[in-house]
């Protein structure tokens, strides 16, 4: 493999804003949740499954210790059938205080945890490819962390393999070698105009929101969140789900969102590269790895590129159409060091366009969504405003394929919007105003990532 993968870039420590260092460790540390991470305490008082890969990433600097105990909590929660749950409930977190909550979600009882100990939906897999993360950054913390993250490592590895199975062989819904999300909250991007086309056939019994009452419109501002009329869809995918016990039988013809994500399955894909090393420490066969990923990104690549627009898209295995939104998961595939050149370029150019308008033109991150579109929406959240998340994937792309000025001011101009409107959960993407939760942990997180990880020296630019 003649390129990086994305998640092997050097380490250098340099460049640090003292202050915004300062204030990440302080999100991080009122956050932490006796032995896992919260997003956020009022909006988001569980442990969600990202988001720990996330902000592993970061804790890897300041607390490895912490980033491995995250890591496993989550990974305590796996069910036996591999799934990661995208929730872990956090039983001293009172069933009011988030909905919809343990009793909603009814999962049986499995393993070590009690009945009411998670969701029955997963998020994207980036655990992989954080367990390396932390790994990696382990020497630097001595020979007791080093020795740690050994240990860790050897933990970690199955389980993170058992992850991995459940979704290419359970979730590939069509045979296509891509997973499917069968929920929009799987996505990670909950509310992203990228699910529209397929929620449109998803019915809404708006008797639900009568049956069940939203706790996000008490804690956050209506006109940040989704509308009524999906969120009763939402619940009623949810529970058509459930009711059939959470199985993935015939997933294509009996449930009601069946859609192939391009940034879930890079993030497959990207996973399997990333177990290649783990493999090679762990003393397992690093091969099955390197070909799954080369599978997947050959299956992205052929199936969710709209050869038409130059984009990737989601497919709606129901309809078998690709959306018509041009949303930001279109642009995680360039993380993945195998994907053909031409449509690792037509990515770069659909960030530089007005569509999302790099940070040369914009002074901003990339947008979750089309700043041409006519639903981009400013404050609802993944219809418009910036996720650091998603831009710190993309930045990892551009270094994988050698866009490295672009790679640098898309970092800095992260760094910056964090500096001067905190560490949000996202981010007005024409002001740069923080909007939803104001002490966000992967926010935080990355953002220590972004300090440290200087790739391109600044030298280097003038040239
Ligand atoms: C929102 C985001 C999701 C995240 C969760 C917790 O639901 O859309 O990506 O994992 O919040 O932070």
Known sequence: MDKPDAFSAPVLIQDMSADLWNSATVVLETNWAHDHMVPSRRLYPHQWSWDAAFTAIGLAYVNPTRAWRDLRSLFEAQWPDGRVPHIVFDPRTAEGDYFPGPAFWDVPAYGRRAARGSTGLVQPPLHAVAVWEVYRRASAHGADCAHEAGEQLKWL?????????????????????????????????????????????????????????????????????????????????????????????????????????????????????????????????????????????????????????????????????????????????????????????????????????????????????????????????????????????????????GYRVEAEDLRTAMIRLIEESGHYEYFHPKSGEGIGAPTFSWTAALSLDLLADQAVPASARAT
């Open 157 to 401: 590895y199955p389980r993170l393999v058992a992850q991995q199975d459940y979704l290419s062989l359970h979730r590939d819904a069509a045979g296509t070698g891509l997973a499917s999300i069968v929920h929009p909250w799987e996505s990670g991007l909950d509310n992203s105009p990228s699910w529209d086309s397929a929620m449109a056939g998803v019915p809404a019994d708006m008797n639900l929101l009568v049956r069940f009452q939203r706790r996000d419109l008490e804690v956050a501002d209506a006109a940040h969140r989704p509308l009524d009329i999906d969120y009763a869809r939402y619940l009623g995918l949810v529970l058509t789900y459930r009711d059939r016990g959470y199985s993935d039988t015939d997933l294509a013809e009996r449930h009601g969102f069946v859609v192939e994500c391009p940034a879930f399955n890079a993030i497959l894909a990207a996973a399997e590269l990333t177990l290649a090393h783990i493999a090679a420490v762990v003393g397992a066969d690093p091969r099955r790895h390197v070909e799954r990923a080369r599978c997947i990104t050959t299956a992205i690549s052929q199936r969710l590129w709209d050869a038409e627009s130059r984009t990737f898209r989601s497919r709606d295995l129901r309809t078998g159409q690709l959306s018509p939104a041009r949303a930001i998961n279109g642009m995680v595939p360039l993380i993945l060091p195998g994907l053909p050149e031409d449509q690792a370029a037509a990515i770069m150019a659909e960030a530089a366009s007005p569509r999302f308008g790099l940070p040369e033109t914009t002074g901003l991150p990339v947008p979750s969504f089309d700043r041409t579109s006519p639903d981009f929406d400013t404050l609802r959240y993944w219809r418009g405003p910036i996720w650091i998340n998603v831009n710190w994937l993309l930045r990892r792309g551009m270094l994988v394929h």
